[in-house]
């Protein structure tokens, strides 16, 4: 288990691509990319989606990461 203290999260700007990816740190040397987008407003959107998700208690742990991309990929779908 972590604590949201130690976790990073940021939008990161992929020049050349003009890409925006949402990248989360739950502990030290590894990071997930938890989405790519066109903009930063849509980048910013998905981390503050995955801090409400931990404080909700759905993110408790790193294999929880894998449920709420599941999530992403359905509220995607839905947004398509």
Aim: with cysteine; net charge negative; proline share 2%.
């Amino acid at each position: 288990m972590f604590s949201p203290n130690q976790i990073i999260a940021c939008v990161v700007r992929q020049y050349g691509t003009g890409l925006y990816r949402s990248c989360v740190s739950l502990n030290k040397g590894s990071t997930i990319c938890l989405s790519v987008h066109d903009d930063e407003q849509s980048a910013s959107d998905t981390i503050n989606q995955f801090w409400e998700a931990c404080k909700k208690g759905e993110i408790k742990q790193p294999e929880d990461v894998s449920l709420f991309l599941k999530s992403l990929k359905g509220d995607l779908a839905l947004a398509t």
